[in-house]
């Protein structure tokens, strides 16, 4: 039995990992557009742009891995279609590769402004190692960035310019920063760090145009604001890539709709990782597509096992990070801006705060440089006992002590 | 050449809670278990963080970041996204004082 994987990022990865796992005899393909052999974005903003070592969190495996594991790695090799009722897939350069199971682990590409003046060439996206290290070397003129979006990559690549000396203005729709993920008071935390690094912050700012100076720069028009600047990077969302999945006839709704485990609308076509759109058990079933490094890590495990006749392995609760100005910020759960947030402060820079349901159960977590209690706030949201906000709000009381 | 380096009193040592410090260029984190004082490298071999800043239980040093497990004892990297082992260290306990042999 093979099975042919396309998309050679981090959910194909996993994906391959998976099925070699538990399947010593499967055949597995792994075809990947990018030149790279498989890696993980989350350093991208963070390690490469600053120049630091990235240690293993880029390229996670070694390069002999792939071939010591029999995972067929095929680089440079982009699938152009997808044939069902033949079951193959054919590559750009008209190779047809037949399957007994297909896996769409294609990502996303980002999201590019749709305003006049964005086909700038001084308008850029982050999310792949060739952008991140053409980024970088703009960088090290140090032009003056202006980014747009108050989202996780925006504020990322925004604190890593600031860091190389950069001058930065950030420009975001909305009245607060992360305002999808985290609630208003941790957003209000992190403009005020920004701020205090020397960010121009603009909070509902949506901008307008981008318009050529006769200086040789760009002006940004956004609402109430007008920026000069030198380069433009725009971190407003991704694109999951679907493109291959709809010519197929695969159903598809921002996101390629699967089950709980990967399964498409065509028998035998799977999707893993940031392109799929499934049923989360966290939010009573509904159907979501998350960007985050934790569902290509662990989403395409649950396919693996579905490709091979097995169950699903247990759910998780959902959780995200980003790095900005050496602070950790870490989302566990769902800590929507309607719960009570129950802070417990551990210190100036230091806090954990428990978003509680109206009957008291938590639902969310967020921690600010405070890492050590991911593994209790994430029991305390899975297991759903009902706390006292009161008492938990006491940081000298141990967490674990709720448990 | 490995010597062994005072790095606290045994009675501010409380169990499973670490003590991450530096000795020379290596990071390292001390832990009491039950059966004994434990010291591997602080240092999550996936990407830069102390362990010693992490969840402790069961003999286990969880890391702060991305929740790569290790455990104490033998510093084996037990879970993703670590895949490398960290370094284990010797230590003793002399006149109330912990020793760690670096
Ligand atoms: C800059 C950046 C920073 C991030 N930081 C964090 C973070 O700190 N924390 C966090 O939780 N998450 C973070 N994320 C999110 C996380 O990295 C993504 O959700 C994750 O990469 C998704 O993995 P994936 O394998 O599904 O998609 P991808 O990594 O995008 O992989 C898809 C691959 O498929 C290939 N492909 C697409 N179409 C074809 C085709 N037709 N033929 C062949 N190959 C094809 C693409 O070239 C790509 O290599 C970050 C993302 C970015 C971009």
Not at chain 2, 20 to 27: A, H, N
Request: hydrophobic share 45%; net charge negative; aromatic share 4%.
């Amino acid at each position: 039995m093979r099975t042919v994987i396309i998309g050679a990022g981090q959910a194909g990865r996993r994906c391959a990992e998976a099925l070699r796992e538990l399947d010593a005899a499967a055949g597995i393909l792994l075809l990947g557009e990018e030149a790279h052999p498989p890696y993980d974005r989350p350093p991208l903003s963070k390690a490469v742009l600053l120049g630091t070592d990235p240690g293993n969190g880029l390229f996670v495996r070694a390069a002999e891995f792939y071939a010591e594991r029999r995972i067929d790695l095929r680089l440079g090799t982009r699938v152009a279609a997808i044939h069902p009722a033949a079951r193959a897939v054919e590559t750009a350069a008209g190779e047809r590769i037949g399957w007994d199971h297909l896996v769409l682990a294609t990502g996303a590409r980002a999201r590019r402004l749709r305003i006049p003046g964005a086909e700038d060439p001084r308008v850029l996206t982050l999310r792949t190692l060739e952008d991140a290290e053409g980024l970088k070397a703009r960088l090290a003129a140090r032009p003056r960035l202006a980014v747009v979006g108050g989202g996780l990559i925006g504020l990322e690549v925004a604190a890593s310019a600031r860091q190389l000396g950069c001058a930065v203005s950030v420009l975001e729709a909305a009245d607060r920063l992360m305002a999808r993920c985290v609630p208003p008071a941790i957003g209000a935390r992190y403009a005020a760090l920004h701020r205090g690094h020397g960010v121009d912050l603009h909070l509902s700012c949506a901008l307008r145009a981008i318009e050529p100076t006769p200086d040789g720069g760009l002006l940004l028009i956004g609402d109430g604001a007008r920026i000069a600047a030198d380069l433009v990077v725009a971190g407003i969302g991704g694109v999951p890539e679907t493109a291959l999945a709809e010519a197929a006839g695969i159903a598809v709704q921002d996101g390629i709709l699967t089950d709980a485990q990967g399964r498409t609308s065509i028998p035998g076509i799977f999707a893993a990782g940031e392109v799929a759109r499934f049923p989360h058990p966290f939010w009573g079933g509904r159907a979501m597509r998350l960007e985050a490094w934790q569902v290509a890590q662990t989403q395409p495990a649950a396919v693996a096992r579905a490709i091979l006749g097995m169950d699903a392995p247990p759910d998780e609760v959902p959780w995200h990070w980003t790095d900005q100005f050496g602070w950790n910020l870490q989302v566990l759960g769902d800590p929507d801006p309607s719960l009570t947030l129950v802070q417990r402060a551990e210190g100036e820079h230091r806090l954990t705060a428990i978003a509680l349901d109206a009957a008291g159960r938590a639902r969310g977590a967020v921690l600010i440089n405070n890492g050590r209690d991911a593994t209790p706030c994430r029991r305390l949201i899975a297991g759903g006992k009902v706390l006292d906000a009161a008492a938990l709000a006491d940081a000298g009381t141990p967490l674990r002590s709720f448990l | 050449m490995a010597d062994w380096h005072r790095v606290a009193a045994e009675a501010e040592l409380k169990p499973e809670t670490p003590l991450g410090i530096r000795i020379g260029d290596v990071q390292v984190a001390v832990v009491r278990l039950a059966d004994g004082i434990f010291a591997i490298n602080d240092v999550c071999t996936h990407e830069f963080a102390l362990l010693s800043e992490g969840f402790c239980e069961d003999g286990k040093l969880e890391c702060p970041l991305h929740q790569a497990c290790f455990d104490i004892r033998t510093g084996r990297a037990l879970s993703e996204p670590a895949e490398v082992d960290v370094a284990t260290y010797p230590t003793k306990v002399e006149n109330g004082a912990v020793f760690v042999q670096v």
